[in-house]
T-cell receptor, first 109, second 114 residues
Framework: GQNIDQPTEMTATEGAIVQINCTYQ??????LFWYQQHAGEAPTFLSY??LDGLEEKGRFSSFLSRSKGYSYLLLKELQMKDSASYLC??????????WGAGTKLIIKP | DVKVTQSSRYLVKRTGEKVFLECVQD?????MFWYRQDPGLGLRLIYF???????EKGDIPEGYSVSREKKERFSLILESASTNQTSMYLC?????????????FGEGSRLTVL
């Protein structure tokens, strides 16, 4: 079966760095996506990785290792507004998105 | 700005009622999707559409149907609502999923079936 695993919840301190991991087992691979979802709001697109390596976008970076079936989202200089759920999704060989259950990130002052 | 609008943020319905969830996008996107989101589970795809009058079943289509009569509008229909359909329903659209997978989501419709 297809499976995306990510931690259920993480806590970090304002100003610090946090890494949210995502491991996957899917039928084929056509890219990995990260979305951010604030409580009660719609998910919004953060990043897309299809090749191995690190993609940096401001305070957020996303890393992919296809051989290990592994990705992480790195958030630097954490702000209170970064408190949200972070969803990992993989596009399989049929170009369908398989979603993880999401990681709820709690930022403390 | 890209916008996906869902007609109702909160609905309460009785078992057996017919429920319509409407979704409209203003970006001229080809692709539209209906997901449900439940605690502890990833988003699950109910139905999707790549063109007007076209529809494809997702992972959990049972108990649902859809309609896409116009490019900008994608409706989800629960013919006879049941309590296990209590959930958050998210509509999404994209220009070209095959290229970037960037989906634009609506705010969601939280449905409670009593």
């Amino acid at each position: 079966g297809q499976n995306i695993d990510q931690p259920t919840e993480m806590t970090a301190t304002e100003g610090a760095i946090v890494q949210i991991n995502c491991t996957y087992q899917t039928s084929g691979f056509n890219g990995l996506f990260w979305y951010q979802q604030h409580a009660g709001e719609a998910p919004t697109f953060l990043s897309y990785n299809v090749l191995d390596g690190l993609e940096e976008k401001g305070r957020f970076s996303s890393f992919l290792s296809r051989s290990k079936g592994y990705s992480y989202l790195l958030l630097k200089e954490l702000q209170m507004k970064d408190s949200a759920s972070y969803l990992c999704a993989v596009m399989d060989s049929n170009y369908q998105l398989i979603w993880g259950a999401g990681t709820k990130l709690i930022i403390k002052p | 700005d890209v916008k996906v609008t869902q007609s109702s943020r909160y609905l309460v319905k009785r078992t057996g009622e017919k429920v319509f969830l409407e979704c409209v996008q203003d970006m001229d996107h080809e692709n539209m999707f209906w997901y449900r989101q439940d605690p502890g589970l990833g988003l699950r795809l109910i139905y999707f559409s790549y063109d007007v009058k076209m529809k494809e079943k997702g992972d959990i289509p049972e108990g649902y149907s859809v309609s896409r009569e116009k490019k900008e509008r994608f409706s989800l229909i629960l013919e006879s609502a049941s309590t296990n359909q209590t959930s958050m329903y998210l509509c999404a659209s994209s220009l070209a999923v095959l290229e970037t997978g960037e989906l634009f989501f609506g705010e969601g419709s939280r449905l409670t079936v009593l």
